[in-house]
């Protein structure tokens, strides 16, 4: 509770501070608008339902790009942690595309797969893959190599020691690389959703989009504050539930949250 | 108590033989003679302990017996069949307690016991309570691996390598990072097991008094190259006491010999 409690006094405090730099008339209130017309964008962008239905837009390619990026991902980076000759060959290509920041994949989408939500789940999943296979091939290598060996004097071997010693071995790893993931596929989608515009759906990204067209700071930071809040939830809800039995499992972390 | 009859243990059948077991390491830096021309026999339900300086290759003699490490020449037999990789006849316990983090004490237990397909479920779970028990932690079943001691630890991973009922134990510095008053509880209890189930145990330490306490023989080693330097009949009645008077003169003798293999071998 007091923990709460200093979370909201904190942002209760930027909130005011924010009010406060708008009140002292510095800058264009076109520029900065106050909080109170951004929460009244946010109130009425949730009644007429644009909101809900661009959220529910994003988060669908967004679950099922990340979903497929971890399921490519996930296996190879296995093979490359395992294989010397993946290693050398897939496991440079997931390094480099790594350092390709994603929006660099929205070009090649747009003349591959034109305006359509094609070319939106090919962004998040180039995105997505290549730091998952990295995470994977690393949370594969740094386990001990004792467990390996005490799993094969009790006969465990193939698929068994796979899914039974290696990959539960690897968890930590595996739950922070997926994490990874989801920051980046998260950040693809935006950046595509912003640049490209299709018809089948308009996500977070386009409300965006179309505040800075139209000049409503309103809506643009009410949009910002939409999309931060969903990546908090999205790790509350998500992964700290992961991350917090895997700390109690393995005593990594004593403080309990 | 009970004096081991040598005639009767000598006239048991050979569990392992190693016969003429040699095993090289090369690194960048140097090449290793980590093992030359090593052979031994230990008889069925025998307890052996094999001590040395570090680097006599003691660690990896156990590894080879284990099917873990190939040998480079020469063959271990185990029951007169050539080893050629792990199995669960022969179950080795690590210095580090190598529990699996992800699993509770009784899940580790249950690990080697689910890959026993001529098991039930029920008779599974019946064995992992029995050797719980048998280790003293039946109250710990559902403990995380890192709530539990270092020596806590040890003895779920000795109930781990007893459960699927193993023909050969390989111990390989088993107690070495725990402190004294936990060792000296776990020789009690591992004298005890040993007496119960009759295993074959072999048995890496660089403790003598501990290789003494618990050992049939001693097998003394010397290294670069590894080799078999002295066998020592070990004819005290069990349980044996650490802290005896008895135990402390035949650990003497051993300390000496011991001594002697190291400045041999930095003097060369």
Known sequence: MKRLASALLFFALL??????????????????????????????????GTLAESTWVTLKRLLVGYVAGVLIGLPLGLL????????????????????????????????????????????????????????????ARNIPPIYARAARTMGSQGFHKWT?????????????????????AWRSLMAAEIYVTILTGFGLGHLLHYGRELNAMDQVIGIMIVIVVIGLLVDRLLFSPWERFLHRRWGTNVKEA | MEAPDRNALAGRPA????????????SSRATVQALDNVSLTIAEGEFVCLIGP???????????????????????????????????????????????????????????????????????????????????????????VHELSGGMKQRVALARALAPDPQVLLMDEPFGALDAMTRDQLYDDIQQIWMESRKTIVFVTHNVREAVCLGDRVVLMSPSPGRIQQVFDIPLPRPRDINSAELAGYASKIAAALKGTMTEAFSE
């Open chain 2, 54 to 144: 570090s680097g006599c290759g003691k660690s990896t003699l156990l590894d080879i017996i284990a099917g873990l490490t190939k040998p480079d020449a020469g063959r271990v037999l185990a029951d007169g069949k050539t080893v050629q990789g792990p199995g669960r006849q022969r179950l080795v316990m690590f210095q580090e307690s190598a529990l699996f983090p992800w699993l509770d004490a009784f899940g580790n237990v249950m690990f080697g016991l689910k890959l026993r397909p001529d098991l039930t479920n029920a008779q599974r779970k019946e064995i992992a309570h029995h050797f719980l028990k048998l280790v003293g932690l039946s109250k710990f079943e559902h403990a995380r």
């Open chain 1, 15 to 48: 909130i005011g501070l924010w009010e406060l730099a708008v009140r002292s008339g510095r800058w264009s209130v076109v520029l900065l608008p106050s909080p109170l017309f951004v929460g009244e964008y946010i109130w009425s962008a949730m009644s007429d």
């Open chain 1, 164 to 184: 039974r010693v290696i990959l539960p071995a690897s968890l930590p790893f595996l739950v922070s690389g997926m994490k990874q993931g989801w920051a980046f």
């Open chain 1, 80 to 139: 490359t942690s395992t294989s010397q000759i993946f290693e050398d060959t897939l496991g440079s290509l997931a390094l480099g595309f790594q350092t390709l920041p994603s929006v660099c994949w929205v070009p090649l989408a747009l003349v591959w797969f034109g305006q359509t939500e094609g070319a939106m789940l090919f962004v998040v999943i180039m995105g997505t893959v290549w730091s998952v296979i990295i995470a994977t091939d690393h949370g």
């Open chain 2, 15 to 26: 569990k392992l033989i190693i016969d003429a077991v040699s095993k090289r390491f090369t």
